[in-house]
């Protein structure tokens, strides 16, 4: 597919201000391919289908793809490329707006087990991984494009954790599958990417009802990322130092530790230490 010649014939042009880089490279396409494992029973939900050479090839392989586009002009491109394809659902939203069960449900109200592959604009990144992340039910799997930074953020390890790796690491498993260089877009962007799969944990660390309270504890602890944990957690919560003191040595965590050092069980512990307090 050539990208300059088909935005011509719509008269396109990609909008900076949605964050519209399309993929040139057909071999980052195949590595995408290989990472979401599509089969001919799989269901699709694709995000950001921009011009649907990812659509298409998602078409050749499963079952149905539901493919998200929040651009109306790209929306009407695809239904005219697409229309020979019955198993392509077309939709105008911003991923963002929608319940991804009622979206995928079928005739007789029941979701099917689904996998996710999206080229999302990088500035929503975090917003989009949590939204498909707390969905119910959750992908089967969810392969993105992320800026290679953030890409490799999400991936962390302790030491070097962030907000953002504990809110992906704590619902599932990241790695890296590929780098992609910016030249394997158009228009190309300042920075390079990378192809990450995420596999949801099976079951997740806690409860549904403590997942709120477990994440402000997080956010308390990342807050001021060069303070100690300990001070972090007084500021951030609310609490006295004596009780942060306690549930931090019942968690097993030194109190000179800062948030960046925590492995997602330990922040687990540490917010059940802290609960038990707090109750």
């Given at each position: ?120 604009p990088y500035y ?96 308390a602890g990342f ?32 109190e000179q530790r ?22």
């Amino acid at each position: 597919m050539d990208i300059r010649a088909l935005l011509r014939e719509f008269d396109l042009r990609p909008h900076k201000e949605l964050g519209q880089n399309f993929l040139v490279d057909r071999r980052v396409l195949k590595r995408i391919l290989a990472a979401a494992e599509v089969g001919p029973e799989d269901i699709v939900l694709e995000i950001g289908s921009g011009l649907g050479a990812l659509t298409e090839a998602l078409a050749e392989r499963a079952q149905r793809v539901v493919a998200v586009e929040v651009d109306p002009d790209l929306v009407a491109l695809l239904r005219e490329r697409l229309a020979s394809l019955p198993n392509v659902e077309i939709v105008t939203a911003d991923i963002l707006s929608l319940d991804i069960s009622r979206l995928l449900q079928d005739g007789a109200g029941n979701v099917p087990t689904y996998k996710v592959v999206a080229n999302i604009p990088y500035y929503i990144t975090s917003a989009v991984m949590r939204h498909l992340l707390e969905a119910s039910p959750k992908p089967q799997l969810i392969v993105l494009m992320l800026q290679k930074e953030v890409a490799q953020r999400i991936i962390a390890q302790p030491g070097q954790m962030s907000l953002l790796a504990v809110s992906v690491q704590f619902y599932g498993q990241p790695r890296i599958i590929a780098h992609v260089p910016a030249s394997a877009f158009y228009p190309v962007p300042k920075v390079d990417s990378a192809i990450v799969r995420v596999d949801p944990h099976t079951q997740q660390p806690l409860e549904q009802d403590e997942v709120r309270p477990f994440f402000e504890v997080v956010r308390a602890g990342f807050a001021q990322r060069r303070k100690q944990l300990r001070n972090a957690l007084v500021h951030g919560l609310g609490v006295s130092a004596e009780r942060i003191a306690q549930a931090m040595q019942e968690a097993g965590i030194d109190e000179q530790r800062r948030a960046q050092t925590l492995s997602i069980h330990e922040w687990v512990a540490l917010y059940r230490a802290l609960r038990s307090k707090m109750e």
